[in-house]
């Protein structure tokens, strides 16, 4: 090979270049992390049910605070295991109180948090849905038999609180063991909920999302289950160990005025139920 | 579109390609020339994450490194160092992930030298350092460019492996495909279109670039 047919190969402009983005990246990636600990996010795990009521509550928060906070959502259950596996999680909003004393059982947050709210459950159909909204399940029940129902949306109950609320009911209905063909299982309720409407009948969900301004665009009606058909979903904040101040003051902000005026938009109860 | 999604990606398929060159080169070659006892299962394991499934591997790194397993917890308690749902996690999940576009890809093409080149490069007294320079490296110039570019757009693209081992937190973990799903559950259709249109174009541009280099470099 000559000297000309190798120096075409690798020009050296090219081979310049490489050198340099060698050099440069460690650079940027030194400025992401260090930036990061300059002014450390906040960063705060939620039950999927507070997908839109927490972003419009911490929005808020941010414009008073000047703090920026980063939102991750999935189910309770989901996050409490992320937690136990190191996720650097700041403050924990669960829709299950029980998954948050869990956690401060074992140790992992400054003490047992608060009661932000209380959920309720609701049966979510998409625009043209077969299924008819009669506030009983009574339909719901009647659809199994008549084939219109074909998939029925709910969270995992594994480990997702609506799901297992959504369980409950059915079983309170006398629906449980007939709908099982038709389940389909989301990882968390914002999930269940995108399956109830785009591709299922319908879905139980929690009230919070459906309120969502988003949601009701994309819905055809909805109908809320009594709330003694299924334990109560207390929704319990934990701040866990060695979050920063910022943690306890955006605690405070969701037990405030604002935060209690935002929950209560999104259909959630008050803590006192 | 969210912006910090695919700087983030970016970041993450930049470093591991940065990783992965030196590790593919070295590897790639020293595979090719050696012969050792072994060497079947090393080259097993290094195609293994390609049949995979990246869950699975990002199970094993999650119940390995994650702070309730001995090693997980051994790492934070004397180096202070959290790797999973961090972005140092997503690092190592990549370079594995992506080891079987590199290493054996390589090693092929340097396999595909001809020896006497090499030992002509020798008689004349080349020091190994330019024989690799100036006669092995331009040889597999193609090839090297054709892996780094699918390596690249692949771990732009990664999810199941991300999903497990960095969890969803903006600006940390939630890489490009992470964001996809996750605007989907929030019904924003159109940002998850423009996320999705990006890789559809990058890895169709990708593909194309690899294939029209592999028929430029065949004889």
């Known amino acids: 090979m000559t000297n000309a047919n190798r120096d075409r190969l690798i020009p050296n402009p090219a081979r310049r270049r490489l050198v340099a983005a060698a050099l440069a990246l460690p650079v940027s990636v030194a400025a992401r992390t260090g930036g990061a600990a300059f002014g450390e996010p906040l960063r705060v795990a939620a039950a999927a049910d507070l997908k839109y009521a927490l972003t419009d509550l911490v929005q808020r928060f941010e414009a008073q605070e000047r703090v920026a906070v980063r939102l991750t959502f999935g189910s309770s259950g989901q996050i409490a295991t992320q937690i136990r596996q ?10 299950d109180e029980r998954f948050a004393l869990d956690l401060a059982e074992e140790g992992r947050t400054e003490g047992k948090g608060g009661v932000y709210a209380q959920g309720r459950i609701a049966l979510a159909l998409p625009p043209g849905s077969p299924l008819k909204a009669d506030g009983t399940l009574a339909d719901l029940g009647q659809a199994i038999g008549d084939g219109r129902l074909k ?50 009948q319908g879905g139980i969900v929690s009230l919070s999302l459906v309120k969502a301004p988003p949601v009701q665009q994309q819905l055809g009606g909805f109908d809320l289950i009594p709330a003694q058909w299924h334990t109560p979903l207390i929704q319990r904040l934990v701040v866990v160990r060695g979050a920063p101040p910022a943690a306890h003051a955006l605690a405070a902000f969701v037990f405030g005025p604002t935060g209690r005026a935002i929950l209560a938009a999104y259909g959630f109860l008050p803590p006192e139920g | ?98 080891l079987p576009l590199m290493v054996p890809v390589l090693q092929r093409s340097f396999e595909a030298i001809d020896p006497e080149l090499r030992l002509a490069a020798e008689v004349i007294g080349l020091p190994a350092w330019r024989i690799f320079w100036q006669v092995e490296l331009p040889l597999v110039w193609r090839t090297l460019v054709s892996a780094s570019v699918i390596t690249f757009i692949h771990t732009l693209g990664e999810f199941g492996v991300v999903l497990m081992v960095g969890g969803n937190i903006p600006g940390e973990t939630r890489t490009l495909s992470i964001a996809i799903y996750d605007r989907v559950q929030a019904f924003d259709l159109a940002s998850a279109d423009a996320m999705a249109f990006l890789l559809l174009a990058l890895s169709l541009g990708a593909v194309t670039l690899s294939f029209a280099l592999a028929k430029r470099g065949a004889p």
Not at chain 1, 170 to 198: D, K, M, T, Y
Not at chain 2, 67 to 90: D, I, K, Y
């Open chain 1, 86 to 95: 190191g996720a650097p999680f700041h403050l924990f909003l669960s829709a």
């Open chain 2, 1 to 98: 579109m969210e912006w910090p999604a695919l700087l983030l990606s970016l970041e993450l398929a930049a470093v591991t390609l940065l990783i992965l060159l030196p590790i593919g080169l070295w590897g790639g070659r020293w595979l090719a020339y050696h012969s050792f006892p072994g060497r079947a299962v090393v080259e097993a394991l290094l195609f293994l994450p390609l049949v995979l499934p990246p869950t699975v591997l990002g199970y094993y790194l999650l119940v390995m490194l994650g702070t309730a397993a001995p090693l997980g917890r051994w790492l934070q308690e004397t180096l202070g160092v959290t790797l999973v749902f961090h972005f140092s996690g997503l690092v190592i999940a990549s370079i594995l992930v992506n």
């Open chain 1, 151 to 200: 998939r029925l949306a709910i969270a995992n109950p594994e480990h997702a609180p609506y799901g297992e609320r959504a369980r409950q009911a059915l079983i309170h209905a006398g629906l449980w063991e007939a709908i099982q063909p038709f389940l389909v299982f989301g990882e968390n309720v914002a999930q269940a909920l995108q399956f109830a409407l785009s591709s299922a």
